[in-house]
Nanobody, 116 residues
Framework: QVQLVESGGGLVQAGGSLRLSCAAS????????PAWFRQAPGKEREFVAR????????YYADSVKGRFTISEDSAKNTVYLQMNSLKPEDTAVYYC?????????WGQGTQVTVSS
């Protein structure tokens, strides 16, 4: 069993930066590939970024490529999402997730609001 708790959301002006954190508990977290998703008002949840556990390769949605960076501190069981050059369209609830063949574990989400 894995529990995920996000933090770091808030209100920021366009062009600003935020770093989201996802603290994971559970001794088996190292088996799971972590990822970030987001859901904007009135829209479906969408993929943002992930780390492939097997080789550490990172993947990003086209909309955030070059602006967002996913990383992990395995010693702290914490996954980060560094978000730079934020845009109003990045406004959403951001969710941390983890899984092996599917994303089975989810955090409660953290709100990110980007003002223009």
């Amino acid at each position: 069993q894995v529990q995920l708790v996000e933090s770091g959301g808030g209100l920021v002006q366009a062009g600003g930066s935020l770093r989201l954190s996802c603290a994971a508990s559970g001794r088996t977290f190292s088996r799971y590939s972590p990822a970030w998703f987001r859901q904007a008002p009135g829209k479906e949840r969408e993929f943002v970024a992930r780390i492939r556990r097997s080789n550490g390769v990172t993947y990003y949605a086209d909309s955030v490529k070059g602006r967002f960076t996913i990383s992990e501190d395995s010693a702290k069981n914490t996954v980060y999402l560094q978000m730079n050059s934020l845009k109003p369209e990045d406004t959403a609830v951001y969710y941390c997730s983890a899984g092996i063949n599917s994303y089975d574990y989810w955090g409660q989400g953290t709100q990110v609001t980007v003002s223009s």
